[in-house]
């Protein structure tokens, strides 16, 4: 029997009298907030305010109420999901543990500390900062911690490194219960673990081991049942022999005619829901279920032309990955629900993703997290949580991150989305290139290797086996470059940090691009949920408290201004800084596609934001899509067709991630600003599954004699059975130099109830149409798109509220490039 923990909490600052209403699961920075006596941390510049709440002692406190049933059990647990992170728990006054890392679970036996009646359980959190920076005076190295400024403590304290700042997320160093509490009542045996491994799939079964951890109090016989949720497959049952203590019983099985699990794109996401039962004669003692999805999945690297593979395949297929970089969705965790998870991870499917990376400076997230990426075939590139830092080498250390690894590997295990395992970001890279080897001593490379060379491997390969663990994100394993282009996972940053223009993409040809990326602002809409008018420059006070990479405005402008005109004011910058790192994703993104299968995986940094902030992200902190998200879903497409300029010559090439060849009609237009087509050429071609291959080919200066270049367009389409799966612009000036003239942009409206289609044309080329409501808040299926004239374009826009379509028509304002200058 479990009960929840989570009523009657109250919480107080150390020392104070006064206690006030908790939330659990939940953090002080929340509880601060709701009991007004804070002001919002993400509002204007409120974060330097707030930094005393880090450096504070917090307590926390619940009476709860055990019955006489209760304390008729043979035992009582006290299960601690999550504790934030330096925490004393007292139960009636007794000290009952000591924790000291947020990333572990934390199990109790009670027992002898309840009484019948109220119960009161008391927490004490140390001020992370003030617990590390008495001992980092004694120690004669300090261990980098760039992002954590200016106490650089995080690499000694196992909590999320980016509570202490990162550059894109504040310095709001939290502590609280962010994880439920709850107490296990049983008797004489408990189910303590359940893991299915998968040891052979055919198309008529699947043969499957249930291992389950069982914990008895004493000798006993009991059964054990597996057995599916929806009748599935057959029941089994076996007697078992229970010592005193923990025993592992092996239990097989069969699904006959099995379903496979595939990546979003490549299949359904079939999954089984299987349950354990643990039984004495008649008397159920516990129960356990899990949800698992049947597939083969290997990282194939194999020595080829261009050095080593780094393929995922599923079921035999190779997969080329398509997503982004997640970090954790809010600097307070508790905010995070099911419903939150659920949009952006819905978002990353409809922009056609099949996998993510859980970069290592957040969180193991949430059950529901990952459960939500087994139902939509999102693929899972796990961190463990180590970033940019490097970490301490001893005894007491190394044990608390092999039980943290151990927790989590557990209650991870079974997700089918989980597709590797990765020690850490960019720690090689950093001891490698960025100047470690030379600045610290060797024995720090000697607890590297400890942890990401033994302990992690080893519990991967004890835990998992069937699953991967790559060393660290990016390496080269077993070469030494950590971030070279003939073997393993690449960062790509020179794009960005060192200015390089966009068309550098172009020269990289990695195994598989784990990051790259570029910043932009959020929308005026979301700006004006941090800011107020008076702070209506990016340069104010408050626009550079939510700009947190020390370049980055002057990065944004400096591309900027290669590429377009000044913006005429703050909005407009705005909106076109979103344009331009959109072009500059898009720009590697195809490139990468094309040159499969040599480079096997795309994931830019990043999908998502912890708050509002200028930052590297494709959907703003409140969920609005920037224009890369749009952007995504185009280059993402299973069907790419992706126009290039290479020697003079402009390619067009077609990207297929389809398992089945096709036949399908390319059409290639020349179309001049104002509409007319000047060239057009069609062909019909069969594309190959899992291709990338080029279909026609043009000498650019044939072109030139149809007119001035810098008012032409090549569009290209591709159709199959008449209807277009994908399509793109070639324009053969950058932005600046085109001579555009103000397209009008005509828009008719349809109503389905809540949600409506938008039917737009325009006279003349319109670059970059941004649909815009201004009252009511909703979705537009496609934004910042450009216009050929002529061509209507239909818009799904869903509508939070309800509206008639004549207040659609009213709220809705469209604007195109041109309006920004
Ligand atoms: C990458 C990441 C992050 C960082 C990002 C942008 O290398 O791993 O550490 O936020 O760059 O600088």
């Given amino acids: 029997m479990q009960k929840q923990l989570d009523k009657n909490w109250q919480f107080r600052q150390s020392g104070s009298t006064e206690w006030l209403p908790a939330q659990v699961p939940g953090c002080v920075h929340t509880d601060l907030l709701t009991n007004e006596k804070i002001d919002d941390p993400f509002y204007r510049d409120n974060e330097k305010k707030l930094q005393w709440i880090g450096k504070t002692d917090w307590e926390y406190q619940s009476i709860f109420i055990i019955s006489a049933e209760t304390m008729k059990g043979g035992h009582v647990d006290l299960v601690f999901d999550g504790l934030d992170t330096y925490a004393r728990v007292f139960l009636n006054d007794v000290k009952i543990l000591d924790a000291d890392n947020m990333f572990r679970q934390w199990r109790v036996g ?16 140390r001020s992370p900062i003030n617990e590390m920076l008495p001992k980092m005076k004694t120690m004669k190295i300090k261990l980098p911690a760039a992002n954590d400024q200016p106490d650089q403590t995080s690499p000694y304290t196992r909590k999320a490194p980016y509570h202490f700042g990162w550059d894109w997320g504040p310095r709001l160093v939290t502590c609280g219960i962010w994880r439920p509490i709850y107490m296990e009542v049983w008797d004489d045996a408990k189910i ?12 008529e079964k699947a043969l499957l081991t249930a291992k389950v951890a069982i914990r ?42 099995p379903e496979l699990w595939w990546p979003n794109g490549y299949g359904e996401q079939p999954l089984y829901k299987i349950r354990i039962t643990l039984a004495y004669g008649d008397r159920e003692m516990d129960t356990a279920s899990r949800r698992i999805g049947l ?4 990282v194939r690297r194999e020595k080829d032309q261009w050095g080593r593979s780094f393929t995922f395949v599923v079921n035999g297929t190779p997969v080329f990955a398509k997503g982004g970089n997640w970090i954790p969705a809010d600097s307070f965790l508790n905010r995070v629900d099911k419903s939150r998870y659920e949009y952006l991870l819905k978002s990353y499917r409809d922009a056609n993703m099949n996998m993510l990376r859980v970069w290592g400076g957040g969180i193991y997230e949430d059950d529901a997290f990952y459960g939500l990426c087994d139902e939509l075939g999102i693929l899972v590139w796990q961190d463990f949580m180590f970033s940019c830092s490097m970490y301490p080498g001893d005894d007491a250390f190394l044990e608390n991150v092999t039980q943290e690894a151990i927790d989590n590997v557990k209650r991870l295990r079974h997700h089918p989305s989980i597709a590797l395992w990765c020690g850490n970001n960019e720690m090689e890279w950093g001891w490698e290139i960025w100047g470690w080897k030379e600045k610290y001593p060797p024995e720090l490379k000697e607890n590297y290797n400890t942890l990401f060379y033994k302990i992690l491997p080893q519990v991967c390969a004890a835990l998992d086996a069937g699953r991967i663990y790559w060393p660290s994100s990016p390496s080269s394993y077993p070469e030494d470059d950590p971030n070279s282009q003939n073997t393993g996972d690449m960062h790509y940053w020179d794009v960005w940090h060192k200015a390089e223009p966009f068309a550098t993409y172009e020269k990289q040809f990695p195994r598989f691009m784990s990051e790259y990326g570029f910043q932009s602002f959020p929308l005026l809409k979301t700006v004006n949920q941090y800011a107020l008018p008076q702070d209506h420059d990016i340069e104010s006070p408050v626009m550079m408290a939510h700009q947190k990479h020390p370049r980055g405005n002057q990065l944004i402008r400096e591309y900027m201004l290669r590429h377009y005109p000044e913006p005429k004011d703050f909005a407009s910058f705005l909106y076109v800084s979103q344009i331009l790192q959109a072009e500059a994703i898009k720009q590697g993104a195809e490139h990468l596609r094309r040159i499969r299968p040599r480079c096997m995986g795309s994931l830019y940094w990043q999908i998502n934001d912890c708050w509002p902030v200028a930052s590297w992200s494709s959907i703003d902190y409140f969920g609005r899509w920037k224009a890369l998200h749009y952007y995504a879903k185009k280059f993402y497409n299973d069907v790419l ?4 300029k290479k ?14 060849s096709f036949n399908a009609v390319v059409k290639t237009s020349l179309i001049d600003f104002s509409g007319k087509t000047l060239f057009e050429k069609t062909i019909d071609i069969r594309v190959e599954p899992l291709s990338s291959r080029i279909y026609a080919e043009f000498y650019q200066r044939d072109f030139y004699k149809y007119g001035d270049r810098k008012s032409l367009v090549l569009y290209c389409e591709i159709r199959q059975n008449g209807r277009m799966i994908a399509s793109n612009c070639f324009y053969f000036e950058p932005f600046i130099n085109l001579k555009l003239s103000k397209p009008t942009v005509t828009a008719e409206f349809v109503a389905k109830k809540n949600s409506f289609i938008i039917k737009l044309t325009s006279d003349r080329l319109a670059k970059n149409v941004y649909l815009e409501t201004l009252k009511y808040d909703g979705f537009f299926s496609d934004n910042f798109f450009d216009m050929i004239p002529g061509k209507s374009v239909q818009v799904g826009f869903q509508a939070k509220d309800e509206i008639t379509v004549q207040d659609l028509e009213r709220d809705m304002q469209i604007t195109t490039l041109l309006d920004a200058f």
């Fill in 192 to 203: 303590d673990d359940v893991y299915f491994v998968q040891n052979s799939i055919t198309q």
């Fill in 647 to 660: 020697n003079g010559k402009i390619n067009i090439h077609i990207v297929s991630d389809r398992t089945s």
């Fill in 110 to 125: 009670t027992k002898a500390f309840l009484k019948e009646g109220g119960n009161t359980l008391r927490i004490i959190f």
């Fill in 216 to 257: 008895a109090s004493a000798k006993m016989s009991a059964t054990l049942i597996v057995s599916s949720h929806d009748g599935r497959f057959s029941s089994m049952k076996i007697s078992v022999n229970l010592q005193p203590g923990e025993n592992t019983i092996e239990l097989d099985f069969e699904i006959p005619e």
């Fill in 295 to 298: 597939r083969e999945l290997k």
């Fill in 641 to 644: 067709i992706s126009p290039h």
